[in-house]
């Protein structure tokens, strides 16, 4: 499976942004995740949906602010981020597991190649 992210740029303070990420072959099986990271820190779990009965989960950080949804007509997940902070600017990752509930980045199969999210006060 591969995955490639989309959707990142310029956002203000308090703006949104909606990334995609697009699979390229059917992934029922699956759950779909993002991630980010930030210059020197780690790779962050943000969200992640089981893609056969859209049961989602979320880590602290995302609750509220950032939603997880998919597309299984177009293979495609998507990360609505609301209400953005400077300390959200890193660069984002999705990515695909056959697990669901994992909080951290090891252990998943597939990854995409990442876009940039840059948020300006």
């Keep these: 499976v591969q995955l490639q992210a989309s959707g990142g740029g310029?956002?203000?303070?308090?703006?949104?942004?909606?990334l995609s990420c697009v699979a390229s072959e059917p992934i029922f099986n699956y759950v779909m995740g993002w991630f980010?990271?930030?210059?020197?820190?780690?790779?962050?779990f943000l969200a992640g949906i089981r893609w056969r009965d859209v049961s989602a989960w979320y880590a602290d950080s995302a609750l509220g602010r950032f939603t997880i949804?998919?597309?299984?007509?177009?293979?495609?997940?998507?990360l609505q981020m609301d209400r953005l902070k400077p300390d959200d600017t890193a660069v984002y990752f999705?990515?695909?597991?056959?697990?669901?509930?994992?909080?951290?980045?090891?252990?998943?199969?597939?990854?995409?190649?990442?876009?940039?999210?840059?948020?300006?006060?």
């Excluded at 980010?36 to 820190?41: E, L, N, T, W």
């Design 10 to 18: 310029v956002a203000q303070a308090g703006g949104s942004l909606r």
């Design 36 to 44: 980010r990271q930030a210059p020197g820190k780690e790779r962050e």
């Design 69 to 78: 949804s998919r597309d299984p007509a177009k293979n495609t997940a998507y």
């Design 94 to 121: 999705c990515a695909a597991s056959m697990v669901y509930g994992k909080v951290t980045a090891h252990g998943w199969h597939y990854w995409g190649q990442g876009t940039q999210v840059t948020v300006s006060s």
